[in-house]
């Protein structure tokens, strides 16, 4: 359900609708994601060799293929009205209300357009005020757009997606629209430093080297600072193992697996002192071992040396008298030696 409002549900809902859309619908849910109604290629006659054709086999396959395009495009626009009216019971009221107060809307409920209600959807919702006065969203954007960084432990993609949102909204409240460089080096700077400071930096001494240019919008700075390969560990053989930046800082998100991970970094030396004092801990707890069957110390009951006494009454810890009692009962006297 899309709610309206300041800090709304407008992105999770867009990629989760569309690919409900895309389920239900199958070629007309792009129009979410693409914002225009998806065209069928069109069929490449050079494809059919119509020339040497007798029994026309080829003009069948052609006719056939024209035919399938004919029935997808039908298709979908049967099926425009379902999914307008899908679009609209994934509306919160608060969001219907204000939609229905668009300039647009009459022309939409006419139409029963799903692409003019998508695009209607999306300006009312991909704001970050609920104020009507033109210079406050004006300036509400850019603050918003300014602010907007990536967090300790936030997977680029999500952080992608935010910027991506805070762009449009910067962009549709009528601010000044950068460069597609400037607006790709913001997003650079915006990158947490835990795990993106050696990026910046060499993004910017590649810059003063003139070797950069590739680096020229906000995809493909994007692409390149996801995919960054970092070195995770050296290994005695030379070897070393490889993992991407985000994947570092996901894995530096669990305070108790940096701890383990620290501790890890010791050394095998360190590992080691610890078995061998866990050897010798162990070793005095059995020296202090009292055996309940002879009574000695240095091992338990069930490892007593003294078989003699294993299969009867243990003898550490009777009396007199019960030592001398036979097993049926009966007392016998001892004698002093």
């Given at each position: 359900m899309l709610r309206f409002g300041a800090g709304n549900n407008f992105d999770l809902f867009k990629r989760k609708v569309s690919i409900a859309c895309m389920e239900k619908y199958k070629n007309l849910g792009c129009l979410i994601m693409d914002e225009q109604y998806y065209v069928p290629a069109a069929v490449d006659i050079a494809l059919y060799d119509l020339t040497n054709d007798p029994f026309n086999v080829e003009k069948g396959k052609l006719r056939e293929m024209h035919k399938r395009r004919d029935k997808e495009i039908d298709?979908?626009?049967?099926?425009?009205?379902?999914m307008y009216a899908y679009l609209i019971s994934k509306l919160s009221k608060?969001?219907?209300?204000?939609?229905?107060?668009?300039?647009?809307w009459a022309d939409i409920e006419k139409t029963r357009d799903p692409l003019k209600l998508w695009k209607v959807i999306k300006a009312c919702h991909q704001i970050l005020t609920t104020s009507k006065v033109a210079a406050v969203i004006k300036k509400t954007a850019c603050e918003e757009y300014t602010t907007c960084k990536q967090g300790p432990f936030e997977?680029?993609?999500?952080?992608?997606?935010?910027?991506?949102?805070?762009?449009?909204?910067?962009?549709?409240?009528?601010?000044?629209?950068?460069?597609?460089?400037?607006?790709?080096?913001d997003f650079m700077y915006c990158l947490d430093n835990s795990p993106y400071a050696k990026f910046k930096a060499e993004v910017v001494n590649d810059m003063q080297k003139g070797s950069s240019d590739s680096l020229d919008n906000l995809n493909k700075m994007y692409v390149v600072a996801s995919r960054r390969v970092v070195?995770?560990?050296?290994?005695?053989?030379?070897?070393?193992?490889?993992?991407?930046?985000?994947?570092?800082?996901?894995?530096g998100s669990n305070p108790k697996g940096s701890q383990a991970n620290e501790?890890?970094?010791?050394?095998?030396?360190?590992?080691?002192?610890?078995?061998?004092?866990k050897e010798e801990?162990?070793?005095?707890?059995?020296?202090?071992?009292?055996?309940?069957?002879c009574g000695g110390k240095g091992h338990p009951t069930r490892s007593c040396p003294h078989k003699e006494h294993a299969e009867g009454e243990p003898m550490a810890g009777m009396t007199l008298e019960a030592c001398c009692a036979s097993s049926d009962g009966r007392f016998h006297e001892c004698h002093e030696v």
């Open positions: 298709d979908m626009r049967i099926d425009r009205t379902s608060e969001s219907q209300d204000e939609i229905q107060g668009h300039a647009d997977h680029i993609m999500n952080y992608k997606r935010r910027f991506d949102a805070k762009l449009y909204a910067l962009v549709a409240s009528g601010n000044a629209t950068a460069s597609d460089v400037d607006v790709a080096m070195v995770k560990a050296e290994k005695d053989g030379g070897g070393a193992t490889f993992d991407t930046v985000d994947q570092t800082s996901q894995k501790t890890n970094i010791e050394g095998g030396a360190a590992q080691g002192d610890a078995v061998k004092t801990k162990a070793a005095a707890k059995l020296a202090r071992m009292k055996c309940f069957n």
